[in-house]
T-cell receptor
Framework: GNSVTQMEGPVTLSEEAFLTINCTYT??????LFWYVQYPGEGLQLLLK???ADDKGSNKGFEATYRKETTSFHLEKGSVQVSDSAVYFC????WGTGNQFYFGTGTSLTVIP | DGGITQSPKYLFRKEGQNVTLSCEQN?????MYWYRQDPGQGLRLIYY???????QKGDIAEGYSVSREKKESFPLTVTSAQKNPTAFYLC????????????????FGEGSRLTVL
């Protein structure tokens, strides 16, 4: 079946620290992979995506590479800011999912000055 | 600007009452979804619709109902049968999958927070 396993939180980092949030997946087809961000009291916003193996998605200094060999899509940022404090969700959809979306449980990130 | 509008943003309900959450999109998307989010939890799928006049139950459909009479609208009714309805509700949409099987990303509304008094 299809599923996403995401690194447990919460994660607390100092400003300018390096961020990694791990995400691995299982899929029956050829999924697209996504990272969404949710700020308090708001809906989810797409942060970045990758549609095929070896693609790298990037946005606002965040990056993630679609690794088919390790079934992973880890989120990274070289230097986090206080404004990056939010909950991050990894998700998959696409081939073999019937246009369904499978989400990880979310990782809460707090960046302290 | 195209997007998804959910209303109301905050809603209070007395026990035994039905309430309806509105979701409207002007993105011309075929597929629409309702998710429930509890504090510190991930998203759980309530109902989804891939086309007008058709919808399917998700993982936690009991105590909820939906309709899809128009492409742009997908209202969710939380009935009195839902025993623990206090939660944050998110509506989302995406285009229908193309020949590659991928519909692209999911677009979300700002959410509706329902509290049972």
């Amino acid at each position: 079946g299809n599923s996403v396993t995401q690194m447990e939180g919460p994660v607390t980092l100092s400003e300018e620290a390096f961020l990694t949030i791990n995400c691995t997946y299982t899929a029956t087809g050829y999924p697209s992979l996504f990272w969404y961000v949710q700020y308090p009291g708001e809906g989810l916003q797409l942060l970045l995506k990758a549609t095929k193996a070896d693609d790298k998605g990037s946005n606002k200094g965040f990056e993630a590479t679609y690794r088919k060999e390790t079934t992973s899509f880890h989120l990274e940022k070289g230097s986090v800011q206080v404004s990056d404090s939010a909950v991050y969700f990894c998700a998959l959809s696409g081939w073999g999912t019937g246009n369904q979306f499978y989400f990880g449980t979310g990782t809460s990130l707090t960046v302290i000055p | 600007d195209g997007g998804i509008t959910q209303s109301p943003k905050y809603l209070f309900r007395k026990e035994g009452q039905n309430v309806t959450l509105s979701c409207e999109q002007n993105l011309n998307h075929d597929a629409m979804y309702w998710y429930r989010q509890d504090p510190g939890q991930g998203l759980r799928l309530i109902y989804y619709s891939q086309i007008v006049n058709d919808f399917q139950k998700g993982d936690i459909a009991e105590g909820y109902s939906v309709s899809r009479e128009k492409k742009e609208s997908f209202p969710l009714t939380v009935t009195s049968a839902q025993k623990n309805p206090t939660a944050f509700y998110l509506c989302a949409s995406t285009r229908a999958p193309g020949t590659g099987g991928s519909g692209g990303e999911l677009f979300f509304g700002e959410g509706s927070r329902l509290t049972v008094l």
